[in-house]
């Protein structure tokens, strides 16, 4: 598992927010829903299931919080529309 460390609109792998080896980001949009508007993985890091651990992580917020995830990011829309277990808070439009 990586170390996700939890950003202001994001959650990334790395020390600080100046050197991410990995990071999803998201931000807010009406109705409190959460778009995930891009991830990246750093080539170190690829095929160790880090970008799927940045998605649980968004999942995770987003249940805590009570909200849904619009995933306009190709990987995490992929991602998310193939783990049943995430069908509680996508949100598709």
Do not use: Q
């Not at 050197?19 to 995930?36: H, K, P, T, Y």
């Amino acid at each position: 598992m990586a170390d996700i460390r939890k950003g202001a609109d994001s959650f990334f792998v790395g020390e600080d927010p100046g050197e991410r080896l990995a990071e999803i980001a998201f931000r807010r949009e009406e109705g409190g829903r959460i778009v995930i508007d891009h991830t990246s993985v750093s080539d170190g890091l690829k095929g160790r299931g880090v970008g799927a651990e940045l998605v649980e992580a968004v999942v995770g917020l987003a249940r805590a919080e009570g909200a849904m995830i619009r995933p306009v990011c190709p990987y995490a829309r992929k991602l998310m529309l193939k783990t049943p277990e995430y069908a509680d808070v996508l949100f598709l439009n």
